[in-house]
């Protein structure tokens, strides 16, 4: 009998199967959507539960912290026009749902 062939894959176990990693990170994709338009971000999510949107600035600094519940949300993002690139993330208890950066004019 020849010995199985390895996985090249670091997300398998060593035995063939997923351990669940894929899994997860297709369903938090699909929870959440960030969208930015006209200087309006807008954020929408298949969960109900407590979420919170946090603004960071490029060098790390907290900007803005805004907790919601429901599926959606819209902030107005021109209050951050002098700032340039700022790092939106998405938040549900201690799970990160979605980052997504921005440039705001």
């Not at 090249?8 to 959507?33: F, M, Q, W, Y």
């Not at 990160?96 to 004019?105: H, N």
Request: aromatic share 4%; proline share 3%.
């Amino acid at each position: 009998m020849k010995p199985a062939p390895k996985t090249e894959n670091p997300i398998l176990k060593s035995n063939g199967r997923d351990n669940g990693t894929t899994a997860i990170a297709a369903t938090v994709e699909a929870k959440s959507n960030i969208a930015f338009v006209n200087n309006t971000l807008s954020i929408a999510s298949t969960s109900n539960g407590a979420k919170t949107v946090k603004v960071f600035s490029v060098r790390g600094d907290v900007l803005l912290s805004k907790t919601f519940s429901g599926a959606s949300m819209s902030l107005d993002m021109s209050k951050f026009a002098g700032k340039g690139a700022v790092i939106v993330r998405l938040v549900e208890g201690r799970k990160v749902l979605a980052t997504k950066r921005i440039a705001v004019r």
